[in-house]
């Protein structure tokens, strides 16, 4: 097939971006704006007149089963153009006529090279990918090595990050290996626009563009919204999926979601172990054993086993989780993958330190507030998952059923405030358990058709789940009579004995939400400079509660429609400018349906309505650069009636300014890094029922940074640095606390001793600075980790 490919108008298409930024008052949006202007004048200055031809082919492994997700690029001395493969491996690409080096990589795999020439070359056929080499894990340096060319998840169907219209960050294996992450708060410290919230240290919570949730948490893009700390050891990767999203994910995730990827059995042998001993008492150990059995079955088994101490007095934690899995090929275009995974964790109950004179208390950081004894976590978690995925020529297919079954609970000493000559602190207890059950089926389906020049690709699927809630909590009486108890502020350690007994508000109750939801989407190449996405979920939100303590039941149905819009112009083939809007909403129940009342029966859900608009740009093999810049509108919020104070209405609202940017890849061969930057200004904009008008949202800073860079000194010795920076911000609403901002290095090396087996010893805090990382109230403040050592050695066979 023949297109022509017209001149751009270089100066009109300047003018028109400069004229767009008048209306833009930030001097980051600005620049934003000149930025983009420059790089369109730049593409449109050398554009001329060509004559295209279709490339096409599909990538399959020694087995012969499609490779979704893998890139494939086309490199000329002048020229470099790239895709990446569908659920079927198939792609396309359109190139000026010549010769071409066809390069194919993919996660797992060995790189494959081909050269061509479109005069001969048009239907490529199958091009075959073998298992990368057993080395692989362990080599030092590579281009892009920390990064991920497609992603899934944002969109439905496989897209390159470079034609999502939406900020998404991605943080895969490997830099998880070299930075020894564990935890979710590990991963984000190196996302921008996200941060770890305290969470009461009995679990994940995160801030994502001021939106704080403890229940956005997907796993392969199912919901995992059980309030736990999440491992790390069997991922390919954590997404980072920014701005609402519900025709992806459903209700929820106002600021934006995090994606596990897990890795699943493949036809492809592994045997890697790492052992990891560090500062405090710090000990884990993962496995990840990949055996195929012939062309077609293959089995995988991830573990970790951990038993830490910590620099805070008196607390650690014991985990251990296991996650085989297995893959059936009956045929080349049918996947059978079947998942458990089993988590057990342990750990004490710590909520960090209390506040004096609206700073963080002036103790040492490892003072620990209550009785450690009568401090405990707990979390035990299994979850089954079963999927299928069938291609019909252009139509694909996929069917996922998941089940999880989660038993969590905690008991802890609260500080409160100290007494005005900082002499004396308040305590008060208090235990709480969860029991919850999720079942949720979710289905999938691509079709890719053309009309014309304009090429569809549709995706339309639906979600079914239910979830059963039990939720029981118990309040601290100190010697049976009093629920608060006063310490001495330099050592509020206590032995007080306490009865755990039910109160007249403690939570008794039990919940069933039953959902459905359908969608559908049209990703529209309508040439190969615009692209449109635009699609629309409707949701059913069924929640019934039973309140066991007064017998009263209470019933809320949501049925809600949240539309999605982009577009996509791609100036030259490696920049894609975008705009965005998307829309997500949030029950009145709230994030774990806990605040269903007769009062929250009656409200509408909030609404988060993000307008947003970016740029992309592979400026090399192996390096992206991304920027954004967005408005984020919760509105819905629930009030107090300024005329009756009985009465709620809904005109709170908060409002969350922004931009991002981020970098990931190779600087150069040598050179890896992975990091960005982000400006935010959140505020409420009118007043909620927790917070006046004006005031800013707790713990969201103006400015962040975070980079990590690794270098390859020489083939076998690699070194890494890495920097965090966060500036001031308040604790919570009432904007009376301040978490004061730090700078914080860390570093490491890394030893190849040889194609097996790898040393690294990572060094955090390197300047051993004193900083406060997060918080859940004005009183529950976390010290960050003073200086401390790891060392790894890796193994892989």
Partial sequence: MKRSLYKFDAYVTVVRFLNAGKGVRTFAARS?????????????????????TDLKGIVVDAAGAAIPGALVE????????????????????????GKYEIVVTANGFGELRKSIDTGIDRDLADLVLQPAAASAEVTVNGDGEYLVESVQSATKTFAELRDVPQSVSVIKADQIRDQMLASISDVVRYVPGVSSHQGENNRDEVIIRSNRSNADFFRDGVRDDVQYYRDLYNLSSVEAVKGPNALAFGRGGGGGVINRVTKEAGMSPIRSFTAQLGSYRNRRFTGDLDQPFGRRFAARVNGVYEDSGSFRSFVG??????????????????????????????????????????????????????????????????????????????????????????????????PREANA??????????????RRRNLFNQTDVNYTLTTGSVTHTLAFGTEFGRQLTRNFRNTGYFNNTSTTIQVPFDAPQTSVPVVFRQSATDADNRLRLNLGAAYVQDQIAISRYLQVIAGVRFDYFDLNYFNNRTGEAIRRIDRVANP????VVKPVTAVSLYASYSVSFLPGSGDQFSSLTTVTQQVKPEKFTNYEVGAKWDVRRGLFLTAAVYRLDRTNT??????????????????????????????????????G??????????????AAAGRQVGQVPHNTFSLWNKYAVTGKLSAGLGVVYRSDSFVAFDNTVVLP?????????????????????????????????????????????PRGVRIGIVARF
Avoid at 74 to 93: H, K, W
Avoid at 421 to 434: G, R
Avoid at 746 to 775: G, K, M, P
């Fill in 32 to 52: 934003v704006v000149v930025l983009l202007a420059a790089v369109v004048f730049a593409s449109a200055a050398f554009g001329r007149s060509v004559s295209l």
């Fill in 638 to 675: 629930r009030a107090t009636d300024p005329n009756d104070p009985t009465r709620i209405v809904q005109t709170g609202s908060q409002r969350s300014d922004g931009f991002e940017l981020g970098i990931v890849g190779s600087i150069t061969p040598k050179w890896t890094m992975s990091g």
């Fill in 317 to 414: 934690l014991e985990r251990v989780g296991i996650n085989p899995t297995f893959t059936f090929l009956p045929d080349d275009n049918t996947r059978l993958t079947f998942s458990y995974e089993f988590l057990r964790d342990r750990r004490t109950a710590d909520r960090g330190i209390t506040s004096f004179r609206g700073r963080p208390a002036d103790v040492p950081i490892s003072t620990f507030y209550g009785d450690p004894a009568n401090s405990k976590v707990h979390a035990d978690v299994n979850i089954v998952s079963l999927s299928f995925e069938r291609v019909f020529g252009r139509l694909i297919l996929r069917n996922r059923l998941n089940y999880g079954d989660y038993d969590r609970g905690y008991q802890n000493y609260v």
């Fill in 421 to 434: 000559d900082a002499t004396l602190v308040t305590l008060s207890a208090y235990n709480n358990s969860t």
């Fill in 741 to 785: 901002g730090y700078t914080e290095a860390d570093a490491a090396i890394f030893y190849t001793l040889s194609e097996h087996w790898r040393l690294q010893a990572n060094i955090e805090n390197l300047t051993n600075v004193r900083y406060f990382v997060n918080a859940d109230s004005n009183t529950n403040i976390s010290s960050g980790r």
């Fill in 677 to 690: 930057y982000a400006w935010q200004n959140a505020r409420i904009t009118s007043a909620t029922a927790s």
């Fill in 74 to 97: 086309a490199v000329s001395p002048s020229a470099r153009f790239r895709t990446v493969t569908d659920a079927g491996g198939r792609f396309a690409l359109d190139v000026p006529p």
């Fill in 564 to 567: 999605r819009f982009g577009v």
